[in-house]
């Protein structure tokens, strides 16, 4: 039966090709409007469903549901950190009431499972460093003084809570993925600014033009994950038989700091990256000190492997280039 994805950002579209490319399903693509250039880079047009419609609009989130038979939710959409801290008001109500519209309609309508996409952010709020050097799911969160340190982790962090209140209370079976720093190729500006530095360094080797970092952004590290290595996590759970610990992380598994990733794009591109540092970036203020995520329990549990490490990222990202 069909799988139903709120989203057509980078990892609602990627989520969307790899389900075509499985030859398993034909998926729905519900979102506000839709990049269809970007959209054509992932998927044949005419083998998914784009559905207009408002993710606060239950009745429209039912209504695809009916419409499209589907048995299963993979929820993308909301506002990213950005665009949060610029209209919070929005940022709550896009990001917290339509998280709990995907969970209702799923109960009004007997949907098989949800699948919410969480965040690595989250973990900002902990600031004990873990014993072993990682940061797992069920992490100790003191409740006043430990809280998630941006409206949009604390969004994330009610999201995954809303999802597990709903399990318990009302039967729905919700699955979260918490991603690290996801980037990919994309058409225009990505909208997350680690996804923007990403593109801006790896572009910047492919059309040998300068690039401009900050001190920040070269020598601290966050743990990525490449957008097709992303969907696959969030496809896993989806189908997963019995997910027992409900909450994946879902990244590469290890830090990469800027020098590392511009050391990578030279190694695979062969080509001398032109740096430019500066005093302050616009991610600087996104790169607060985190460890690498613990996938253990992804791996254990959904099969999932680190399928693109940075070096293999970069050279896919490349190839994508060169495609155009």
């Known amino acids: 039966m069909p799988t139903l994805i709120t989203g057509s950002g980078l990892i609602g579209s990627t989520i969307a090709g790899q389900?075509?490319?499985?030859?398993q399903d034909h998926p729905i693509l519900y979102d506000v409007g839709f990049p269809l250039d970007n959209l054509t880079d992932r998927l044949p047009l005419d083998a998914v469903s784009l559905v207009r419609?408002?993710?606060?609009?239950?009745?429209?989130?039912i209504a695809a549901i009916g419409k499209h038979h589907v048995d299963r939710i993979i929820h993308t959409a909301g506002f990213l950190d950005a665009m949060v801290r610029e209209r919070p008001y929005a940022g709550a109500r896009v990001n917290l009431?339509?998280?709990?519209?995907?969970?209702?309609?799923?109960r009004l309508s007997s949907v098989s499972r949800v699948v919410f996409c969480s965040s690595s952010t989250i973990y900002l709020g902990a600031r004990d460093r873990p014993v072993d050097g990682l940061h797992t799911e069920d992490f100790a969160l003191r409740a006043v003084t430990q809280h998630p340190p941006s409206l949009y982790a604390s969004l994330k962090l009610a999201g995954e809570w809303l999802g597990h209140r709903y399990q318990n209370e009302y039967g729905v079976d919700f699955v979260a993925v918490r991603f690290g720093s996801a980037f990919g190729p994309w058409r225009g500006t990505p909208s997350g600014w680690l996804s923007q530095m990403l593109k801006r360094l790896i572009e910047s080797a492919w059309y040998g033009q300068p690039c401009r970092l900050s001190a920040d952004e070269?020598?601290?590290?966050?743990?990525?994950?490449?957008?097709?290595?992303a969907a696959s996590g969030a496809l896993r759970a989806a189908f997963?038989?019995?997910p027992a610990s409900r909450v994946y992380n879902i990244s590469m598994g290890e830090l990469s700091t800027g020098r590392m990733i511009v050391d990578a794009i030279e190694r695979v591109s062969g080509h001398k990256l032109a740096l430019e540092i500066s005093e302050d970036g616009a991610a600087s203020k996104y790169?607060?000190?985190l460890c690498p995520m613990d996938i253990s329990r992804a791996r254990a549990e959904l099969g999932y492997q680190v399928e693109y490490p940075m070096e293999r990222a970069i050279g896919d990202y490349l190839r994508w280039l060169r495609s155009q």
């Open 240 to 242: 997963a038989a019995n």
């Open 97 to 106: 009431m339509g998280t709990v519209s995907v969970l209702e309609a799923a």
């Open 287 to 289: 790169l607060e000190e």
């Open 53 to 61: 419609g408002d993710i606060n609009d239950i009745g429209d989130v």
């Open 218 to 229: 070269l020598t601290r590290g966050r743990d990525y994950v490449y957008a097709p290595h």
């Open 19 to 23: 389900l075509i490319a499985s030859g």
